[in-house]
């Protein structure tokens, strides 16, 4: 094959790999922060704000520069020798099924395994060339018999090690007769706990590209103990004293205080009448305007009439640049001022009412540290994940570039990984609320608590099982733990098990369905391809 021939599927395969990326970010990403902003942690503007940085940065910094041609070897790579314009837009194809279905599960709120998702694509990509006994349908190697055991074992054991890390925080905490007190105490536990799992998740699943498991067990684990004592020293002359102050105090302090609580004086955030009252100063003030509105509401429309007038006469052209701006950033805007904590909550009333609820103060206690492990696995999950849609790409590009059959691992260009990382993150702010709200208050009640005990069990999960060579997603783990935590009210009713039989039913046409669309796609595109591939730069 020559180099530079066959742009087209260059082309369409670069749009379909930014789309593949897209979906990752819309289901996947959404996953790490759906409980944070359900349980009211975080705003949906915080979690997309935290999260481009996170993910962007752990595709781009710690992201692998390799990728494998053929993700995780689910097709026999040697059956393509000599035949580059078929691998290449079987890879093109593979991303089309993929991001199709990635997007429409996102949209109808399903949580679904991108990996699983391209890997189904590749499946089909292999049956309609070379037949079923080109894929690995066995359990070594991570064959699809490991996939098929992921659908059960990922959301059972995430929920049992979930259904563990509540309890203690329940039993220990929550059910004292000082809960807040208890909780307090316990802080510097949970967060030595806290930094000790997510260190060990970072070191071995976020670091694809520098390989710190290099270093070691013993100097990892030294490491990573030395971390969590300055955690725990932190918890204790810093974060304490800060999240006293904010519940106990009503002071309106931000998070950037912490490092300095010692030497900020006091910030009173309730006056008087508020804190009698639960109404914030700020909506007070605008409760005694509101008493004077008959006068005010005169003013304000006479002048703003008065003012439109004007800019109409003046600007006719700037107010249509204005609009066009407005429309465009809209599009931007629409995904993160979507109601996700208390979307159709009055559906789910009797879901929540069967959950039990404990003080709310001492909930606010593992706010941070919810915040603290949803963000450190989005990072983890930036630096490993991209390679669901780099792998592909790569694989088109270097054919293209070539003319070569591609060796089992790629080298990355670095324009690639911006471009993924780019689009992972418009993805979660555009399309994200759909998946955040089906794992949020959807599946059971959820609070910080619950919230923080579910994203740590899936970085517990997903770190003991990939040691252990065990296969798990995140997106089950997340799902099996918040249902484990729910059923920990001991009551059936606090769970939504319609919603999840979709979910599982979604989990096992992810295969099918992207491989379907696949090969469908490849069997309608290669023979046009191929007809035209003569012409020059086509």
Known sequence: MDSYSLTLVFIIGLIFAFMDAFGIGANDVANSFSTSVASKSLT?????????????????????????????????????????????VGMMCALIGSSTWVLTASKLGFPVSTTHSIIGATIGIGI????????????????????????FLSPLVAGIIGAIIYCSVKYLVLKRKTPFKNGLRFIPVYFFITVTIIIFFIVYKGTPGINLTSLGFPIILAVTLGIAFIAV???????????????????????????????????????????????????????????????????????????????????????????????????????INQEIAEYKNDEYKEMHDAAIKYDDNTEELYSFLQILTASFASFAHGSNDVANAVGPLTTIYYIWCTGLNPDSTLSIPIWILILCAVAIDLGLITYGYHVMRSLGNKITLLTPTRGFSSELSACLTVLTCSRLSLPVSTTHCITGSTTAIGLCNGNLKSVNWKLLLFCGFSWILTLPIAGIIAGITFKLLYPIFMYYSSVPNF
């Open 128 to 151: 309609v060339i070379h037949g079923f006994g080109v894929v690995n349908w066995g359990w070594a190697n991570k064959g699809v018999l490991q996939i098929i055991t992921s659908w």
């Open 233 to 335: 020293l932190f918890a204790i002359f810093f974060y304490i004293p800060w999240v006293k102050r904010i519940i106990i105090n009503h002071e309106d302090l931000k998070f950037y205080h912490i490092p300095f609580i010692h030497f900020i004086g006091e910030h009173k955030h309730l006056s008087e009448i508020a804190l009698e009252s639960g109404i914030p100063e700020s909506k007070i003030g605008i409760m005694n305007i509101k008493k004077n509105s008959d006068i005010h509401e005169d003013i304000i429309n006479y002048s703003a009439k008065n003012i439109s007038n004007k800019m109409e006469k003046e600007q006719p052209k700037n107010e249509a640049n204005k609009n066009l701006s407005k429309k465009l950033g809209g599009i931007f805007t629409h995904g």
């Open 44 to 88: 949906l503007k915080q979690a997309c704000f935290i999260a481009v940085f996170t993910e962007f940065l752990g595709a781009l910094l710690l992201g692998s520069h390799t990728a494998k041609t053929i993700r995780d070897g689910i097709v026999d790579l040697s059956k393509f020798q000599g035949k580059q314009d078929a691998l290449m």
